[in-house]
């Protein structure tokens, strides 16, 4: 199979089961959306050396595939017949157990927290920031052509799981957080 098709030279794609739709459609800019972070949670994955955390990565990077998946297939008949992996409310679970796993390592915030740290704890901000636009866009989908609530409510979780990975970094490097200041008015 080659990798390119020139049917998307003059700017449409096939969603899967679906009909030819413009490249900047809320769709399209969705599941792109979720590419996005996927590929930005992979770079967060290869610069932490942490094996559970990398461990954790990968399995949310399995997961964003399935979203984006579900979000290329609009018609539910066809994503049942074809079998496509969705997210379900289990994954949401086992993110918030995570999260609640992970902050026993941390002290209880007090202050907002800046992106930075060590270099990966700066990459998962990164995506952490990614999931939070890859959100966006699948809640302006939603609003025109109603998205599957459990998969919005992973990607709001995905984005706190990403932050407490980036502070866990930090902890583990024995670096503290980059604590927001403010300026005086």
């Known amino acids: 199979m080659k990798v390119y098709t020139r049917r998307g030279d003059r700017g449409e794609t096939d969603l899967f089961g679906g009909p030819r739709v413009a490249k900047n459609e809320l769709r399209v800019e969705a599941y792109g959306a979720v590419d996005e972070l996927n590929a930005v949670v992979g770079r967060a994955a290869a610069?932490?050396?942490?094996?559970?955390?990398r461990d954790t990565l990968a399995e949310v990077q399995n997961l964003l595939f399935d979203l984006g998946g579900t979000?290329?297939?609009?018609d539910a008949g066809q994503r049942a017949k074809s079998r496509v992996p969705s997210v379900e409310q289990r994954d949401i679970d086992a993110a918030e157990a995570r999260i609640d796993a992970l902050e026993r390592e941390l002290e209880p915030l007090k202050r907002f927290v800046l992106p930075g740290g060590t270099a990966a704890a700066a990459e998962l901000h990164v995506a952490r920031t990614v999931c939070r636009r890859a959100e966006r866009r699948c809640v302006a989908l939603h609003r025109e052509d109603p998205v599957d609530e459990v998969s919005l409510g992973y990607l709001n979780r995905l984005s706190d799981l990403l932050f407490v990975m980036a502070r866990v970094e930090n902890r583990r490097a024995d670096v503290a957080d980059v604590a927001w200041v403010g300026r005086e008015r």
């Open 47 to 53: 610069a932490t050396v942490h094996q559970d955390l």
């Open 71 to 74: 979000l290329a297939t609009p």
